[in-house]
C-alpha cells in the first residue's frame, strides 16, 4: 500500500494497520523525516516514535483524521513541504532532579531497567507529550533510553514549552462545566434498565461532534446495535473503547486513574467516562465537569442515593462528591476511566 492509494477514498489504517504494511511504513517514516518530525533511519518498524510523529504532523497540520490515517492525512503527507510545518517541536526541560519511568507508579515499584535517573536542568525536544496520572508521558524527539523513546515523568518535575510558552503544567481553572447534551438510558429502545454504556459513550461522541451511522432512532440505540453486530460486549471497557475509535474518536482507557487526571482532562475540554458500584452490577457514566468539592455527571439513570437510585429524578449535570466517587468508583484504588477525545 502506498500514500497514494488512499487518495479520494474512504480507506482508514489505524497504527497496527500501518505496522503491517512495510511500504507504507517506510514512506511514511520517509516524509516525516523530510518534514523535520522524526529522525533516520528509515527502518520500516512503525513503533511509538513513528506514531507520535505521525500523530504531531495531523495535529499541526489541522487534518482531523486522530488515530487512523486516511484521505486527509495522506494527501497532507504527500504535499506538505518543510517550510510549511507552523511551529518548531515542544521543549521538555527537567526543573528537578528526577527519574524516567518506563510506567507510571512510583519509583519503587519499579526495576531497575524499567528507570533512568535525570538531572535537573536537562532539555529535550519532544514529539509529543500528555498528561497521566499525575505523570507526563513524552515521546523524545531523537533521544532514547535503555532502547526506548517514550518515558513517564512526574508531573511536578517537568515543564514543557514551545517558543518560550508554557505548554505544561497549565494551571486548571476552578470548575468546570463542559456544554454536553445530556441522554437518559430510561427512554432506550433497547434494554433501559441496562444500557448505560452505550449511552454514556453516545453523550461523549455526540458532544465531539461525531457523525452517526444511520438516521433511525437514537444514537445510544444505533451503538447498542453496532455492539452486538460486531460481536462487542458493552460491559467490557476494552470493547466500549473500540466503539469510540470505531466512530473516529480516542478513548485512552485506564484502570489506575486518579482524580487529577480526569481534572486536568476537563480543563482541557474533554469528557470522560467512569466506571463505579452505583449499582450491584456496577454502572458507568460521564463526567462532564468539575469543581472543588466533586465531578458534574450525566448520570443516565437518574440521581444516585445511598438507598438507590431515584429514577424519576433527572441525571443531567448532578453533582457528585469527590468522597463519593471515591467510595463507590475506587474502593480498592482503582479507577476505571475512558479519557475521549478527538
Known sequence: MRLQDFLKTNRRYDVRAIAADD????????????????????????????????????????????????????????????????????????????????????????????????????????????????????????????????????????????????????????????????????????????????????????FLGATRRTKVGQFEDELYEYAIDKGYSRWNPYDLAKIVRDYGYQDYYTENAIIEDVQDWLASGNPAVIHGYFTSFGHIMPVVGYDSDGFFVHDPYGEWFEGGYRNDLSGEYLHYSYRLIRNVCMPDGDFWVHFISK
Request: glycine residues 8%; hydrophobic residues 40%; aromatic residues 8%.
Open 23 to 206: 511500504d507504507l511504513s517506510r514512506q511514511i517514516q520517509a516524509r516525516l523525516i523530510d518534514l523535520g518530525l522524526l529522525n533516520p533511519p528509515v527502518d520500516g518498524i512503525f513503533g511509538p516514535r513513528s506514531t507520535a510523529a505521525l500523530h504531531r504532523f495531523q495535529t499541526l497540520m489541522k487534518c482531523g483524521e486522530s488515530g487512523f490515517l486516511g484521505a486527509v492525512t495522506a494527501k497532507k503527507l504527500i504535499e506538505t513541504k518543510r517550510g510549511e510545518i507552523p511551529v518548531p517541536p515542544p521543549v521538555l526541560k527537567i526543573v528537578k532532579d528526577t527519574v524516567l519511568k518506563a510506567r507510571p507508579l512510583a519509583s519503587s515499584q519499579l526495576s531497575t531497567a524499567e528507570k533512568v535517573s535525570m538531572p535537573a536542568g536537562r532539555e529535550f525536544e519532544l514529539l509529543a507529550f500528555a498528561p497521566i496520572r499525575g505523570h507526563l508521558r513524552v515521546a523524545f524527539r531523537s533521544d532514547s533510553f535503555n532502547g526506548s523513546s517514550i518515558w513517564y515523568i512526574f508531573g511536578t518535575h517537568a515543564q514543557v514549552t514551545l517558543e518560550g510558552t508554557l505548554l505544561y503544567p497549565k494551571p486548571n481553572p476552578p470548575t468546570v462545566r463542559l456544554n454536553v447534551r445530556y441522554l437518559s438510558q430510561l427512554d432506550n429502545y433497547f434494554n433501559p434498565t441496562g444500557s448505560c454504556n452505550v449511552t454514556s459513550i453516545a453523550m461523549c461522541l455526540q
